[in-house]
């Protein structure tokens, strides 16, 4: 069974920066897809970012464009997010997911497996 656990989340001042990582077990990584959402309280789950198979192909939800890098590492079943220059409203409980469909997708419905989340909080 597919199991997924984030951890490198925690409390990080405004402009600072984590690496969140996505630890996948249970199957064969480098056939899923791997995105990364976050979730505010009382507000949807968000797409932050997503990477394709091989990790010839990524995509960013614009408020974070250019400041958070999705890489995947397959050989270490593996996927991470790197976040810089973060800010306070990047505060979120931050999701990964796994997807053997789509390339890539920003649909969270279309994700097959999920972790159970690591909080990151940004101070100001």
């Known amino acids: 069974q597919v199991q997924l656990v984030e951890s490198g989340g925690g409390l990080v001042q405004a402009g600072g920066s984590l690496r969140l990582s996505c630890a996948y077990s249970g199957g064969t990584f480098s056939s899923y897809a791997m995105g990364w959402f976050r979730q505010e309280p009382g507000k949807e789950r968000e797409f932050v970012a997503t990477?394709?198979?091989?990790?010839?192909?990524?995509d960013y939800a614009d408020s974070v464009k250019g400041r958070f890098t999705i890489s995947r590492d397959n050989t270490r079943n593996t996927a991470y997010l790197r976040m810089n220059s973060l800010k306070p409203e990047d505060t979120a409980v931050y999701y990964c997911a796994a997807d053997r469909t789509f390339l890539t997708t920003k649909v969270a419905e279309r994700y097959d497996y999920w972790g159970q989340g690591t909080q990151v909080t940004v101070s100001s």
């Open positions: 990477i394709s198979r091989n990790g010839a192909s990524t």
